[in-house]
């Protein structure tokens, strides 16, 4: 058994452990606010960065040696874009505060892609304003004084960041002045995550805020190179770029988009066309470049359709997709823009057994104006050779 004496002196022993260690977080956390706040004064002060919503830098970017213009956009909700050169490569890039995209003709993608999880990472640090010690508790980061550290012959202040996304940084800070020297981070190297040490120079006054006019970034054996020649602030936006465009041949679809009234025909055996029934449908974006109807109409059977409109630019094609829910059925057509009209087909299509005779479709969008359009539905069982009608649909926008 512990005698009274022994456990009165471990009790005293936890007791100066438990407040040291208080005592030392304290005064941790005090010298991290201190320095912080001073971070932020060497930058123009808080008051100053809260009359901030917007930045517009424009200047030079060097990547592969080859120096080439640069704009970006910032704003203080942590949205991003910009249109820079890899090379001789144009990039656009844009960023929303949690996704983004790109167009990176480098990677011979010459259309937009989603941001991988590694590239949002570098998006959080490129969207911020001036620093991500600004308002970091309100954001939920982490920061941590570490021991100073000699850079460049120059002893530094080291804090540790860690976002709210559980990255984590290294900034080092210049004791005389208290702005950013130097910065360790998780970067990207075409789409793969790479170490980087970024380095700040030139600052500046402007607005009443001070930031750096030359950023260089360094990692592997890549170098990076910013140099602004000027910043704008409290642009006007247009908040379309930062969501992903549309190709270009989908925004040619775009006409479709909206609710509509359908008039449903089809052919008699007599020859002649017949209103079958009216319905409603509804064509909406499901994806950037993704178009999708629901529309539900009475023939002999119930006609339940969900179409998608899509274009392939390998294949240089428009493609759709119908599922018919009364014989959980799908088709595929791959189609064109001919004249005024757009034309899918499924004659191309092969579904392996070319021993079964086979009816053919054509499906042709056609009259097509801002509050209407129509689409006729054919058939062929010469692959193609004939077409005869069956059913015409006659779509007019609803009026809200």
Partial sequence: MINPGTMRLLKYQIFIFINFFCISSFINAQNVDDIIAKHIKAHGGTEAWENIQSMKVSGKFTAFSIE???????????????????GKNPVKEAFNGKTGWTIDPWMEILYPRDLKKTEINVF???????????????????????????VDGMEMIVLKLKRNNGMEEKWYLDPDTYLEYKCESNWVD?????????????????????????IERTFWQR??????????????????????????????LSFMEGNWDVKVDVMTRRGTWYTFDSTSSKIYWDATNMLCEKISYDLTMVQN?????????????????????????????????????????????????????????????????????????????????????RQRLYYIRKQR
């Fill in 68 to 86: 080439e213009d640069f704009v970006a956009i910032k704003t203080n909700k942590g949205e991003y874009y910009s249109e820079l050169y890899l």
């Fill in 124 to 150: 959080y640090q490129k969207a911020e304003l001036f620093t991500p010690f600004y308002k970091y508790k309100e954001r939920g980061f982490e920061v941590q004084l570490l021991d100073n550290e000699e």
């Fill in 190 to 214: 075409f789409t793969y995550g790479v170490p980087a040490e970024t380095f700040f120079d030139d600052f500046r006054t402007i607005n009443k805020v001070v930031l750096p006019y030359y």
């Fill in 223 to 252: 170098n990076r190179v910013l140099q602004i020649e000027n910043i704008e602030f409290n642009v006007d936006i247009d908040e379309t770029i930062f969501e992903m465009p549309r190709s270009e041949q989908m925004q040619w």
């Fill in 305 to 389: 359709l969900i179409i998608n409109y899509t274009y392939n630019a390998t294949a240089d094609k428009f493609v759709m997709t119908r599922f018919n829910g009364l014989a959980s059925e799908m088709q595929l057509f791959d189609g064109e823009y001919t004249d005024s009209s757009y034309i899918f087909q499924n004659i191309n299509v092969d579904y392996g057994d070319t021993s079964l005779a086979k009816t053919y479709s054509q499906i042709n969008i056609y009259n097509i104006d801002k509050d209407s359009f129509d689409v006729e539905i054919s058939v062929s069982q010469d692959k193609g050779e004939t077409w005869l009608p």
